[in-house]
């Protein structure tokens, strides 16, 4: 018996012996792989049965159950998942390919107050943004929020009152402040077009920046002295204009976008395979309401997307039976927030007060919420928010990598493969332009650039050499 005792202990040892080496392989040293060691054994205890009769299922129940508490931290809640993946890893447990590792990880990284989903339910954000700190500026910019939250109030609300988008409003803030912090101890009311000329051109000479950034933030100056500083009658001279390049997007073909889809996994593959599908920019796709799937027309409706516009798109066929499975697992998790007091989500502009039930209502749920809840940072409401973007930019530039491209590869590449492959396919450009939501056609045009250029039917010199 004694013997026996023995023999378990040190297969238990040489077990935990693996499972440190495979923590040291990642990087992870002393004293830090304690916690990884005791992260493992929390999923080894959450269950009687031993590892190799346990299922995907469990995994993802044991992340579900830490992912409903608020108090646990991102880099916590990451580290739970790192963890047991790397316990399976070491096991060798044949299902652990069943598991969305990287849909998990993801759902860390919660969104922050400033993040466009969330920035606008409170009120007084000028005040709030005025005490964080800009680590971009070390603090530049706090100081100027400080001394001019007025004028940002202002800015804010006029911003609001015209219906600009969030981003359109947070880099109209950003630039403003920016002019503000060029000009020193000037008073807002005294400065002139003159002085957005000489900011305009400081950033052209001496800051290099691109045309499309100097541009920006032109019209965020004459936004600032029009409808803020009241001076209707800007009258602009010459100033140094940044020289705009004429590029065209990166473009993939279906065999390119097969391999970028091969390899990725899970939710990420759904996501991106939708993009590609249907043209969907970024942060449409993370903001998709179940309601907004259309299983019987085979669509999907982009709402408020570029623009404050709503569009139709086609629902991919080769997605539907993925996307109900997805979305059945989304359901369950939702099921289980509403069983533990939970189970509310965002909603837009003042639908909260008039419907205030809608927030926890089935439809109203995003259909890629992140694994972990959290506190509204504005209301301190605990919500489920959609999966954070960044993830999804970072596994489309892996996948691209794995894949063997040397192409620059984002996920608008997605969005621009959509349009052109649809051209090739013989599509007329109205049809795409109604598709990717562009008010102009002209700005559906690029894609044609995009299928002109080249040297299909040209042959080089260098062939016709004897």
């Known amino acids: 018996m004694i013997a026996r005792q023995s023999t378990a202990s040190n297969q238990v040892q040489r077990f ?26 929390a999923f080894l205890r959450s269950s009687p049965r031993r590892l190799s009769e346990r299922s995907a299922r469990d995994v993802e129940e044991f992340f579900r159950s830490f992912g409903r508490k608020p108090a646990l931290k991102d880099w916590q809640f990451r580290q739970i998942v790192d963890a047991t993946r790397m316990l399976m890893e070491v096991a060798r447990v044949a299902w652990r390919g069943e598991v969305d590792w990287n849909y998990w990880r993801d759902s860390a990284r919660t969104l922050a107050k400033d993040h466009p989903t969330i920035a606008r339910s409170m009120d007084q954000l000028p005040r709030e943004a005025a005490a964080r700190d800009d680590r971009s500026d070390k603090g530049s910019l706090a100081d100027a929020r400080n001394r001019h939250l007025e004028l940002v109030t202002a800015l804010r609300s006029a911003a609001r009152r015209r219906g600009l988008a969030i981003r359109t409003e947070q880099s109209y803030e950003h630039w403003a402040l920016r002019f503000l912090i060029f000009h020193g101890k000037t008073e807002p009311e005294s400065l002139k077009p003159a002085d957005i000329e000489a900011y305009l051109s400081f950033l052209a000479l001496r800051r290099d920046v691109s045309a499309s950034t100097q541009n920006i933030a032109l019209n965020a100056l004459v936004f600032l002295f029009r409808e803020v500083l009241k001076q209707p009658d800007l009258a602009f001279g010459d100033f140094a204009r940044a020289r705009r390049p004429r590029r065209l997007p990166t473009v993939l073909d279906t065999s390119e976008v097969s391999a970028v889809l091969g390899c990725l ?29 259309d299983f019987a027309c085979n669509q999907i409706m982009v709402r408020n997307a570029k623009g404050g516009k709503d569009r139709v798109v086609p629902l991919p066929a080769r997605a ?133 250029r080249g040297a299909k039917g040209v042959q080089s010199p260098l062939d016709a050499l004897a």
């Open 16 to 41: 935990w012996d693996k499972y440190l080496k495979r923590l040291h392989q990642e990087g992870i040293k002393h004293p830090f792989d304690q916690w990884y060691v005791k992260r493992a054994e």
């Open 265 to 293: 996994e899970g939710t990420q593959r759904l996501m991106i395979g939708l993009m590609y599908g249907t043209g969907m920019r970024l942060m449409e796709c993370c903001r998709l309401r179940v309601q907004d799937i």
């Open 320 to 452: 539907i039976d993925r996307l109900r499975e997805h979305l059945a697992r989304v359901k369950t998790l939702h099921d289980e927030d509403l069983e533990q007091g939970v189970g509310e989500v965002y909603m837009p502009e003042a639908l909260a007060r008039k419907i205030p039930s809608a927030a926890k209502s089935w439809g109203w749920q995003y259909v890629f919420p992140s694994g972990k809840l959290s506190k509204d940072p504005r209301s301190g409401v605990l919500r489920r928010h959609h999966v954070h973007e960044s993830g999804l930019q970072k596994a489309i530039k892996r996948a691209a990598a794995q894949a063997g491209l040397t192409k620059r590869v984002g996920t608008h590449t997605m969005r621009h493969s959509f349009a052109t492959n649809l051209l090739q396919s013989g599509y007329d450009i109205r049809t795409v332009q109604e598709l990717l939501g562009h008010a102009d056609v002209s700005t559906t045009m690029i894609y044609t650039h995009v299928l002109n």
